[in-house]
Structure formats: structure tokens, C-alpha cells
């Protein structure tokens, strides 16, 4: 029997379409298209639970239900209802549909919304009332009089990993923090250091990378809901997934801050995923540090100005960051996330950017020492 491809698209941050990619084909998933927003590939129920057991920089995985020409709602409700929603959604199953629509006749999205809801009610039957959390994604894009239809496999967004039990000022997205790890190259196999680390994310996603464990293994998908969903073939994936992970880290990863509460909530996040006391975690001053080992890669994300840090001396900070990238850790590879300012670029040491992306709608980059 052959096995039933599924057109799927990989959501990202725009900037990290290419990494994902990369990861894509890693996991032995050809990639078929990288535009803005994300990744497409086509793939059977076992590529679509790998993507999204295993992808890092990944924000979701959507699934094309089907496409479907209409310039008005009598024919756009004959051609939704003859779309497959028996093989994505269980009669009764809670839904929401999400509209967007440009250059289209078609342009009020609340009553697209309610054709389609009317289409799936005639196949499925009514929806339950959902809980929130629990009720599943479709996603119409009304373009130029086509509506492509979507289907959300993966539920809650994939930076929620289950770790993140705790967190201090302006922390990193887990999915970017994974994605800048994989920009430059970070595989676990040397030292890594990030000397402002906040709540974590750098220091627990290279842990993530460094063991080689899926970063979806804790926590469950939407595709779980689907009536063709094959729990035999997850605990498989699982199975395989944790045979391939290491039980220590090959390399030491070294987290420092100098809030004592920032540390207490690395301790917690970390004690969340059985790796407490796997980092060297300490609370002190980025200045007084003094490198420990020969190379590696030193990662950090600095108060910007904009969210916290006002009130510091800005300039001195990014005065000794200089110091440290160029001259104390002058040996090690250096990474850094912030906006391209005045700040960053009136430093002695040069930097270029690998990866623009927006934090928290802030404009930044992760600048990789040259
Ligand atoms: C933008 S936050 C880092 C967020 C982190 N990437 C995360 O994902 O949670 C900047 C951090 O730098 C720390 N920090 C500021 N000045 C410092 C210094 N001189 N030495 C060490 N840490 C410092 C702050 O306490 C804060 O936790």
C-alpha cells in the first residue's frame, strides 16, 4: 500500500528559514521550497512526527488540507465541504479557523471563517465547545480568489518545550535561542559559554544540542487528535529518540549572570528536565571572568536599552563586552544577540551578521565575531 504524503510547511521566525531547512535535511526530510515565514516538505505521518519531535528553530508544522478557487461564499462552501477533513479532524473535535485574505473578492475573514465552519459541519457534524489550549488550528489564506487550506499539526507553539518554569527579564524564545546555537555551527563538542544567560536559554538549548535529545520529547502535538494519529509509531520515534541521546554532556557548558534570581531560575528550568547540576552555573560579574579552557564558543544576549537595562551604563557594558570578545576570550569563537546600534558597532572588535530576526519586536541580529 502506498503511504499517504502529506504537503507540509514549517513555520519559522522569519530570518531562521534556512537553519530550519538545514535541520530539516538532517533528519533526512529534503526540504522542497524555503520562503519567508518558513520551510516546505512533503512527507508521510513519520516525517511530520519527526519534524516536530526533533526540528529546534521550528515555531510549527501546518498541513496543506487543500486549495480551493472561489470569488463567492455559495462556491467557496460547495468546494470546502468536498476537502478530506475526515483524515485532520474527529467529528465534535473543538476547532478555530483563522483568515487571512489579500487580492481577493473574498474579503470579510469572519464570514470566510463562518463558511468554512458551515463546509466542516456538514461533514463532520457539530464542534464541541473546546477547552482553551485544546482546540485545533486551520488556517485559510484567501489569495488572489484561491483558498489554501491548513491544518496545524503541532498544537501549542514549539518554543513551549516544558522546561520554562521559571524566567527573569526579557528572555530569548527557546526556538531562536536553538536557531542562533545552530548558525554558528554549535554541535556540543566544545566549551560553551554564555556570560549574561537570564533564564537559561542559550545554556539549556546547547544542553539540548550537546546530548542530542529531541526537544519534543515531553510534551504532547495536535496531530495526537487526528483520526489517523499512530501512537505506535510515536513511542517508536520516541524510543529511537532516546536511544540516540547521550547521557553527559561531551563538552562543559558554563552560564553566568549576575542576578542571583536570573541563576535561581536556570536551577529550576534545569531541575524541569533532569539536568540539574549537568552546567556549571554561577552568579557573578561577566567582567571578572577568565576563560577556563582553551576555545570554544561564547554566546550572549545583552540588555539592549529598549526592554531592561535603562538605567545601566550601557556604554560601559558594551565597552567591556569589547574587551572580553577581542582581548580576554580572544582565542574562543564569539556570538552576540542584539539591534545593530551605535552600541554594538562602536566596538574595536569586528562582528558580521549571520541571522537578522526580530525579539520581541525589536529589530536584532546574532553577530558572529569575524
Ligand atoms: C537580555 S537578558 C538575557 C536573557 C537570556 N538570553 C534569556 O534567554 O533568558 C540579559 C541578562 O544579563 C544579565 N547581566 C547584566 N549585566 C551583567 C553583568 N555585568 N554580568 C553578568 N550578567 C549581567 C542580566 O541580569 C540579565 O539576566
Not at 501549542?156 to 531562536?176: D, I, K, N, S
Not at 569586528?350 to 541571522?355: G, I, K, T, V
Request: proline share 5%; net charge positive; glycine share 10%.
Amino acid at each position: 500500500m502506498q503511504k499517504q504524503k502529506n504537503d507540509c510547511f514549517v513555520v519559522t521566525a522569519p530570518g531562521f528559514e534556512s537553519i530550519c531547512a538545514g535541520e530539516l535535511a538532517a533528519l533526512g526530510i529534503q526540504p522542497a521550497n524555503i520562503i519567508r515565514g518558513g520551510v516546505e516538505f512533503e512527507g508521510g505521518l513519520q516525517e511530520l512526527y519527526l519534524a516536530n519531535l526533533w526540528l529546534r528553530s521550528a515555531s510549527r508544522i501546518l498541513v496543506r488540507v487543500g486549495g480551493v478557487a472561489a470569488r463567492d461564499f455559495p462556491i467557496l462552501f460547495q468546494r470546502l465541504s468536498r476537502l478530506p477533513w475526515g483524515r485532520f479532524v474527529k467529528p465534535g473535535v473543538a476547532y478555530e479557523i483563522r483568515v487571512a485574505s489579500r487580492g481577493s473578492r473574498l474579503t470579510h475573514t469572519s464570514r470566510i471563517a463562518d463558511v468554512c465552519a458551515a463546509a466542516m459541519t456538514k461533514v463532520l457534524g457539530e464542534k464541541k465547545q473546546g477547552e482553551k489550549g485544546s482546540v485545533q488550528k486551520i488556517y485559510l489564506r484567501m489569495n488572489d480568489n484561491y483558498c489554501q487550506v491548513s491544518i496545524d499539526s503541532s498544537g501549542e507553539h514549539l518554543h513551549r518545550r516544558g522546561y520554562r518554569q521559571a524566567r527573569v527579564a526579557a528572555p530569548l524564545r527557546e526556538t531562536l535561542a536553538a536557531g542562533c546555537l545552530l548558525a554558528c555551527e554549535y554541535d556540543g563538542s566544545s566549551p560553551l559559554l554564555d556570560m549574561m544567560t537570564g533564564s537559561g536559554t542559550f545554556s539549556i538549548e546547547a544542553a539540548l544540542i550537546a546530548l542530542h535529545r529531541a526537544p519534543g520529547t515531553g510534551r504532547d502535538f495536535a496531530f495526537m487528535n487526528w483520526p489517523k494519529y499512530r501512537p505506535g509509531l510515536w513511542r517508536q520515534l520516541l524510543i529511537e529518540a532516546q536511544r540516540e541521546e547521550k547521557s553527559t554532556l561531551p563538552a562543559p557548558i558554563i552560564a553566568v549572570d549576575n542576578n542571583p534570581r536570573a541563576i535561581a531560575a536556570v536551577q529550576l528550568n534545569l531541575k524541569k528536565i533532569g539536568l540539574d547540576g549537568s552546567i556549571q552555573l554561577s552568579c557573578g560579574n561577566m567582567q571578572q571572568l577568565q576563560p577556563q579552557f582553551s576555545s570554544g564558543l561564547m554566546i550572549c544576549n545583552p540588555p539592549y536599552g529598549e526592554r531592561i537595562g535603562k538605567n545601566a551604563s550601557l556604554k560601559s557594558l558594551y565597552h567591556d563586552l569589547d574587551r572580553i570578545y577581542g582581548k580576554t576570550f580572544a582565542d574562543w569563537q564569539g556570538a552576540i544577540v542584539c539591534p545593530e546600534s551605535e552600541l554594538i558597532k562602536s566596538t574595536s572588535t569586528s562582528f558580521s551578521p549571520l541571522l537578522r530576526f526580530s525579539n520581541g519586536g525589536i529589530k536584532v541580529a546574532l553577530l558572529k565575531k569575524s
